[in-house]
């Protein structure tokens, strides 16, 4: 296999990383790649979450780019639908095939070739090129990017520019890339009625009916009208569920997921406060119980040196314009962000990750390769 990026997707899309579990991708960044390019390389593991940090200095002072990216992936699902197994990283027609591959082990092999080449024919480069790598991207988030971040400030570790390989792109590599993605809100709630036959209503109190008029009020409830960066916030209700598959008992508790994705116009607080005010206006406070999950806030990088240098890249190995997006779901840029640096993600294109038959094409992980390289030149040198 003459090809190195191809090489190194298929050798990591051939461990079978299922978050939180690495399956020995880092270790074979570490030994291969890191090791031989005389990076510094400290594994900062947290509970069952395996993470790098490694960099290489440069002889010069300068700026420091991060790359960040994750070895862990989500289930392949149901085997009998692939046309290939999820793990073999088969290769048809020029598109490699397999569980990963487009998010995120193509851009990742992407970024590290790009660095070897770039280190190889620049060991004098300026400045820092940075990695953190961890396997709790696709799962709870909690012991990976997060805290590799919290360690880094309190050693007051700089990071000027960030760049996450997550799958950006829609059609065409570097069609769109993000400058910052939306918060993420959950919250639990639990509405009390009172069980009870069927067939006697007025002995109980079915939570089911008595929560209508209450998310009605949620759905239909403007929350803001976005701003030029973010849409408006949206509301969804995740998972509902209420009684034991019997059809003559009245339940006694509806359980209720709902998702709050928001931008910089609005917080965290304004959103708890206005939901605590609707449950209030609907039930009594021992009627209800609620909890909340706060997956991160929103970030946002305005235009300056990166967003530029990646234009740039982009337009000279794809002859377009990206456009600057903020959508989709988040990102471990939610915890770079608290850096100070500015935080830009392009990868691979997004139409089959998490699904059935994940695939990307041997020419786009080469393209992709070729940017990065250029935005490690734009910066470092």
């Known amino acids: 296999m003459s090809c190195p990026i191809l090489k190194l997707t298929k050798r990591l899309v051939q461990c079978e990383s299922i978050s939180p579990n690495d399956a020995g991708c880092q270790d074979l960044l570490v030994e291969d790649y890191f090791k031989p390019l005389d990076f510094i390389i400290e594994y900062l593991p947290f509970e069952d979450t395996k993470n790098i940090w490694a960099f290489h200095q440069g002889k010069e002072k300068g700026p420091s780019l991060l790359f960040v990216g994750h070895t862990d992936i989500v289930p392949a699902g149901d085997l009998s639908q692939w046309n290939s197994h999820p793990f073999e990283a088969s290769i048809r027609n020029n598109i490699i095939y397999g569980r990963g591959v487009a998010d995120m082990k193509g851009a990742l092999a992407a970024m590290i070739i790009a660095t070897e080449r770039f280190i190889k024919n620049n060991p004098l480069h300026k400045g820092k090129l940075a990695f953190i790598i961890t396997s709790d991207e696709e799962g709870k988030s909690e012991n990976g990017t997060k805290k590799v971040i919290h360690t880094l400030i309190q050693r007051n570790e700089r990071i000027d520019y960030c760049l996450i390989g997550e799958p950006s792109s829609t059609y ?111 039930f009594n406070k021992e009627d209800y119980h609620i909890d909340w999950l706060f997956s991160g806030p929103p970030f946002l990088t305005l235009p300056g040196k990166l967003l530029e240098v990646v234009s740039q890249a982009i337009q000279h190995y794809q002859g377009i314009t990206p456009h600057i997006e903020t959508t989709g779901g988040t990102s471990d840029g939610r915890f770079v962000v608290q850096t100070g640096s500015e935080i830009v993600e392009l990868g691979l294109i997004n139409k089959t990750i998490h699904k059935v038959n994940e695939c990307t094409k041997i020419t786009d992980l080469q393209v992709l390769a070729k940017i990065y390289q250029f935005i490690i030149s734009q910066i470092l040198m």
């Open 172 to 282: 065409k590599i570097g069609d769109t890339i993000k400058n910052g993605r939306r918060g993420s809100l959950t919250a639990n709630i639990v509405i009390h009625g009172i069980q009870g036959h069927i067939a006697y209503p007025h002995l109980a109190n079915n939570p089911i009916h008595s929560s209508i008029l209450f998310l009605k009020e949620l759905i239909y409830h403007e929350w803001d009208k976005g701003n030029a960066f973010f849409p408006s916030t949206t509301m969804q209700i995740s998972n509902i569920h209420a009684g034991h598959g019997n059809s003559n008992i009245i339940p006694g508790k509806l359980h209720l997921q709902i998702n709050f994705r928001f931008g910089t116009q609005t917080n965290e607080l304004i959103i708890r406060n206005k939901v605590k005010n609707i449950l209030q206006s609907h």
